[in-house]
């Protein structure tokens, strides 16, 4: 029987955790598969690590793991954290979802439909924000296809094979859609509505989404190097062109020259500076981020089997 691990990292979710928990289990229990249903505490304030392990299980199919981050490691740490976690076991898929409910759990049955891919995205077709959050986010989106060339239209939600699991823990990532979004794999994308969250309003605002979105352009930092070079080139050769028509003008015409020519001649070399100051800010950033990203994280946690109804092994890898 294939073996799935579901990773949640959670972080002050005490009011839903166990509601979430009973959801999973409804839409998993009757499936033809070990589950593994992986808790990553990200350091909560309130009583979330102490509620899991209160949970319990009659499904003879699902275990149920909490992994106690030592500290505070925000939403993407986490869930590296929980990949970390099972790139050590023999899973035939990993499973990422959030733990607000957000990331409906009865997609889980369609998704697994589709586990031979090595990547399963679920795209976002509807979101229940209020209108200013969803005007940004779309905002957002526009901004992200225009500067790196390519549609972002879905978030944590995925199924990913274990070789995928080995080259994200590796690498290392700030942003697990964007990273995901770059591998070159067998892809398959299924189209699911974002649920409302469990005990009422999204955590997610237009803070949230701002770093949010500053991680998905650092994590393409060449794709947008590459775009402010292109509008560098751009801005030369239009510069170029102005100044080739100024001297015709001038020494072959006779005509006279438009007194706005100058000003445009100048707001385009400011244009220029200011790309060539991008670009090389980009590079550095770059180069930091290739560094960071090359270092290989430890595991920052403290693992608690709370059920164990069958056995995983550790992988050979």
């Given at each position: 029987?294939?073996?799935?691990?579901?990773?949640?990292?959670?972080?002050?979710?005490?009011?839903?955790?166990?509601?979430?928990?009973?959801?999973?289990?409804?839409?998993?229990?009757?499936?033809?598969?070990?589950?593994?249903?992986?808790?990553?505490?990200?350091?909560?304030?309130?009583?979330?690590?102490?509620?899991?392990?209160?949970?319990?299980?009659?499904?003879?199919?699902?275990?149920?793991?909490l992994l106690?981050?030592?500290?505070?490691?925000?939403?993407?740490?986490?869930?590296?954290?929980?990949?970390?976690?099972?790139?050590?076991?023999?899973?035939?898929n990993i499973?990422?979802?959030?733990?607000?409910?957000?990331?409906?759990?009865?997609?889980?049955?369609?998704?697994?439909?589709?586990?031979?891919?090595?990547?399963?995205?679920?795209?976002?077709?509807?979101?229940?924000?209020?209108?200013?959050?969803?005007?940004?986010?779309?905002?957002?989106?526009?901004?992200?296809?225009?500067?790196?060339?390519?549609?972002?239209?879905?978030?944590?939600?995925?199924?990913?094979?274990?070789?995928?699991?080995?080259?994200?823990?590796?690498?290392?990532?700030?942003?697990?859609?964007?990273?995901?979004?770059?591998?070159?794999?067998?892809?398959?994308?299924?189209?699911?509505?974002?649920?409302?969250?469990?005990?009422?309003?999204?955590?997610?605002?237009?803070?949230?989404?701002?770093?949010?979105?500053?991680?998905?352009?650092?994590?393409?930092?060449?794709?947008?190097?590459?775009?402010?070079?292109?509008?560098?080139?751009?801005?030369?050769?239009?510069?170029?062109?102005?100044?080739?028509?100024?001297?015709?003008?001038?020494?072959?015409?006779?005509?006279?020259?438009?007194?706005?020519?100058?000003?445009?001649?100048?707001s385009l070399?400011?244009?220029?500076?200011?790309?060539?100051?991008?670009?090389?800010?980009?590079?550095?950033?770059?180069?930091?981020?290739?560094?960071?990203?090359?270092?290989?994280?430890?595991?920052?946690?403290?693992?608690?089997?709370?059920?164990?109804?069958?056995?995983?092994?550790?992988?050979?890898?």
């Amino acid at each position: 029987m294939k073996s799935i691990a579901i990773i949640l990292p959670c972080y002050n979710e005490s009011a839903l955790i166990r509601k979430m928990k009973q959801l999973v289990e409804q839409h998993i229990s009757d499936l033809q598969y070990n589950f593994e249903i992986v808790f990553v505490n990200d350091g909560s304030l309130d009583a979330t690590s102490d509620i899991i392990k209160t949970f319990n299980s009659s499904h003879k199919n699902i275990n149920i793991t909490l992994l106690d981050l030592y500290y505070n490691m925000g939403h993407q740490s986490a869930i590296y954290q929980g990949l970390l976690y099972t790139n050590d076991k023999k899973f035939d898929n990993i499973l990422i979802m959030d733990s607000d409910g957000e990331d409906d759990p009865a997609a889980i049955v369609e998704i697994l439909k589709h586990n031979e891919f090595e990547l399963v995205q679920v795209v976002r077709a509807k979101r229940n924000e209020k209108l200013f959050f969803r005007l940004s986010y779309t905002l957002y989106k526009q901004i992200f296809k225009l500067l790196i060339g390519k549609k972002l239209n879905f978030g944590n939600f995925s199924l990913i094979k274990p070789k995928l699991v080995k080259a994200l823990v590796e690498k290392n990532f700030i942003h697990l859609a964007a990273t995901l979004n770059n591998q070159r794999c067998h892809k398959h994308q299924i189209s699911w509505d974002r649920a409302k969250r469990l005990d009422g309003e999204s955590k997610m605002n237009f803070t949230s989404l701002f770093y949010h979105a500053i991680n998905s352009l650092v994590e393409n930092a060449q794709d947008l190097l590459f775009f402010f070079i292109k509008l560098s080139a751009t801005i030369l050769i239009a510069i170029l062109l102005m100044v080739g028509i100024i001297i015709y003008k001038k020494f072959w015409s006779l005509a006279a020259i438009p007194g706005w020519s100058s000003s445009l001649i100048l707001s385009l070399c400011n244009s220029l500076l200011i790309c060539i100051g991008i670009f090389i800010t980009g590079a550095l950033q770059l180069n930091i981020l290739y560094k960071q990203k090359s270092a290989k994280r430890d595991k920052q946690f403290d693992e608690t089997s709370i059920i164990k109804n069958w056995t995983v092994y550790k992988s050979d890898s």
